[in-house]
């Protein structure tokens, strides 16, 4: 399958995976995980560069700042007691229903942010988080929020996701919904959600985040603005939900009509939010 | 074209071997006679080639080869000890497990791999860790029993 | 050893990655095959230039049209002479298919094959498709096989591959006769078989000069014969080796790489291997006709059906594989189901310009029982009858005569079918129980379906045994073990009626030098048939250890008794080892004898399916969440193995039901030819399951035995339909079952999709009376 490759590096670090995706001249290639590469089964590759032994794996917090590789695993996010703190679980449990076992031992969470589909499921989450991508280039790193990585191109290798650690405590809730047709399944839709009430219940903020309805994951504004604010009961949350529908533009492909997914999108929402509420400790 | 060599542990055997730069694991294994591994998808959807990594379960189809280099790969031809099946080889033999039997190494070494890190798996636990296993034959449900038989039965001697 | 839930004689070197598979063997100087497929559903080759693809260097061969004989054939597994059209050829210079072949080349490598396919220049006239069955059967619509020399196709300018017309009785007058009349059209998918092992195929020359051919074949003396008939040389001189098979279903029970194979090796002189990729496996192999059923029946107000009917249009694709077979069981083995003394069945079966239909477990049976099973719930409802009551008063009983099969052999007269086991009443009682019939208040449904054991009067196998001096037989079979077990399940036949341990039988199966004919892993015929002759060669070979016994012990043969590898008399005894030895070395001749075996008759297994499900009406996911089969296979001689079948076959009907679909764009390309788009269900994915084997002595089998491979799979999609309709009240005619249809509310300015072109009967209270 790519017998033209005429070279496999393993670079010890960043800047020297940088050096040589420069000589590369277009025709070398990143590999992680290789589960987007492989299947991709670009015959021009000349060169193979992975960086999976470049120092991009890991899972930290400083401070109010979670810190995760670009070469970490789904898996080794899913089972991270470190990330389970940080808004109650939500990149886990969105990790742990990206494919098999076999797939999250290899698919990395920068393979996911780079090849860009808009179902994947730890992208919508970290749209919720408000995250930001690191990207590394030869003339420096920059920090570009993920909503912009998102509306790309970015020359330059994706090397750390930070995210800002959002309030925790009781009053906080964050779920994390997908629909599939059977339980191992690309998302025909996704939602990651969260939000903080105060003492009396109402919203202080609320993030919506829905994949696969539209080109990239997008934030369901219009229903996040909807909830702030306000009494969070039954009534709001079936407002939002039918309220994310303004933000996403669903298509129809072999997995799902479109007219099914706008209509998925806001019963995923629903469910999110209840058990949001839930969370937070608010009786239906 | 170009050669290099890979280093690394196969079934517990240190070894070397020349390959291709773009060469997969899945076909470097096969050429050079472990059949075992079988080929089902190549994309990384069917867990027909699933191998251990360092004791994790991947698709050897989504691994180039130079990737493993310094690591341990156990195949399904590495499960049995000395001759002895693994108490999951017999007991997806008693129990009927194994119909044409060529996702059966997979789905060993998926198996292997949860009770080696978890002893005592919920049965919602073994079903996901044999989700990424497909079997167009025997309907898992005798899979399924094997693994947790195998569990309950070593926690029964402890 | 009958009744015994023993390990499969391959066992171990399938848990141990044994070398067992076609592929796994390295033969020096192999080279890699693969097929140029059509880019258009409908083309003619104008022009075809090999010679830059000849000339890439590792290119050892390439053929098109031009090289290779044409004998027009059918690709069907199926005793000669078969009864599908002779409408396919080696390569042609008409592509009726995105898929079909236009040419295919042997080279050094995988990588150097890939190059070398794209190298071949082809202009092609394009030539309108048609992909929709209804539309190809009307005038004016492409003619898919124009060609002169084309047999046995019904009438091929209007794309009908075949025609079936079969009555008992006048349909028309049990309609008037009847109290109310049902009727509704329903539709059926395209499902794959998706085996975990892709069709793979190999061949090489053998210092003799003979093609020999390893491939994952279910019927190795039909390919050989075929393959000698499509390259124009004797059968003698082709050997065909059937290794270990991962998975068959019926889409291997065809003729599929072996010939290009074949001809590449014999255009290269070198070994060639091809192998279908998974995206290959899923349009260029075969799968389940689609099919458009309207049924109508109709019945007194006690319930009593009168009158049935059955229309089918269904497709088989571009060629005509297993065409009148298939469709023909959607009729036979399923109208016989009920005891309606007026029956018709009618059935086109259409040419499209799609991937090519074959056989896939069930055979007909999945598409009609959907249709029939989803109806009669439907009476029963209607009627306010329970669906199980509506069942046991009018299904077929012990001791019935199906005259309906008299109709519908394998495309001709076939003879008619006794009942001489039938367990259903039992697996009724057993199944409502398990599924709590009468206590459950979810959705709950269910289905009765029957299939059969082998062709009558044509499937047929034979066995043969020699003995070895330390007791043990090697026991050849022709018959194809796919992966279900029937090595294990012959060798234990035949350690039972010799009086041995089982590992004291050695199988061989499946090699056409050395073990004798068999027909092949199909129509659910390895345990009644082959199983049959198994049985017959050990009796008769008994008969020899028997003779040479009452000599050793001095004692007349009636009186000997024969277990564990011994044969005793009054307290005397010899082991099977003496008895060898005694042969071999004083009397000096071989322990050894063979035998043929067939049934006139094809006893039907039968089936009771339940299942409980959930729908969850925001979604329109249907959970199962659980899933009852009671089958009644005659005697279960390994139930363990037995138990996998069902449980496999139920898998396979779930997806059938609920997520399995092989979808084509407008212009017939694949939509969904892998399995991130292809759902088939993974372990996350399984209900609660519950077998129930219900065991009835069938006299036709070998111990009672009739069969148990493909009948669960039939009852699962109707009794899931139902169960869908007693939770939602909404009727399911369509398969699979997509969550769309079963939103609350509809979706946004999208109907629920109606039942088109049948309406059903307004209650009993203002039915529509006659």
Redesign the interface.
Known sequence: ????????Y?PATIREALRLLRAGNGEARI?A???DV??DADRS?RF?I?I?NAGLTYIRRDKGTYRIGATTTM?EIEDSPKLRSMANGLLNQAAATC?????R??ATIGGNLAHGSPAADTVTALLALDALVVIASERGQREVPIADYLAGPHKGLLTEITIPAPPAGKRTGWSFQKLGRT??DVALVNVAAGFQLDARSRVKWAKIALGSAAPTPVRAVQAEQILTGRLLDTNAIGEAAEAVTKSINPITDVRATSAYRRQMSSVLTARALHECAAQAGVSK | ??T?ELRFTLNGTPLAWEI?????LLDVL?RE????????????????C?IL?DG????A????A??A?GRAII???G??HDGE?DPL?IA??????????????GM?L?AR?LLNHNPDPTEAE???????????????????EAVLDVAARREATK | MIGA?V??V????????????T??I?LPGLLYGKILPSPHAHARIKRIDTARAKALPGVHAVLTYKDVPRVPHTTAGQAWPEPSPYDTYLLDSKLRFVGDRVAAVAAETRAIAERAIELIEVDYEVLPAVLDMEQAMADGAPVIHDEPDAKNIHDAAHNIAGYILRQIGDVDQGFLESDYIFEREFRTGRQQ??????HVTICWLDPDGRLVIRSSTQVPYHCRRQVAMILQIPVSQVHVIKP????G?GGKQEMLLEDITAALTLAARRPVKT?Y??EEEFYMARSRHPQILRMKMGVKRDGTIVASHLKVISTTGAYGSHATTVQGNTGSKVLPLYRAPNIRFECHVVYTNAPVAGAFRGYGCPQGFFAQESLVDEISHELGMDPVEFRRKNMIRLGDVDKLSAQLGEGKEGLPRVIRSCGLPECLDRGAQAIGWSTKKRGLGMACSMQGSGIAGIDWASAFLKMNEDGSFYLQVGASD????ADTVLSQIAAETLGVTLDKIIITSGDTDITPFDVGAYASSTTIISGGAVKKAAEKVRTQVLGLASKMLDTPADQLTWANNSVCANGKSVTMSEIALQALYREKFQIMDGASHFNTDSPPPFCATFAEVEVDTETGQVHVLHLASAVDLGKAVNP??A???V??A???GLGYALTEELLLDEAGHPRNA???DYK?????D?PK?TTILVETHEPLGPYGAKSVSEVPINGVAPAIANAIFNATGIRITKLPIHPEDLVTPPLGGQKVTPPSGGRSVTPPSGGRRN
């Open positions: 399958m790519f017998e033209h490759v005429e070279a496999f393993r590999v995980g290789g589960t492989i299947v590759i193979l992975d999976t898996a494919g098999s076992v076999q797939n031992n290899l339980a191992i | 074209m170009t290099m291709g730069p773009g060469d997969l096969r006679g472990y059949y075992g591994v079988k080929r089902g998808c190549e994309k990384g959807e069917c867990g027909a699933t990594l994790k379960p991947v698709n189809c989504m691994v180039f130079a990737q280099e195949t399904i031809e499960l049995a099946l080889q997806f033999l008693d129990r009927g497990a194994v119909q044409c039997g060529f996702c059966s190494g060993l998926s791999a073994v079903r996901e860790a044999l989700g990424g296993n497909l079997c167009r034959c025997t309907g898992y449900i005798k899979a399924i | 839930n390990r499969k391959d066992g171990v070197k399938l848990v141990t990655g044994g070398a067992a598979f592929d796994d390295n078989h998706t085996p975990l092992e892709p270990r098979i991962g998975g279903f192998e990729t998974r796919v992966g279900a077990g363990m193995q138990e996998g079948q449980e496999g139920v898998t396979q892998n399995f991130m088939i269900f993974s372990a996350k399984m399951l």
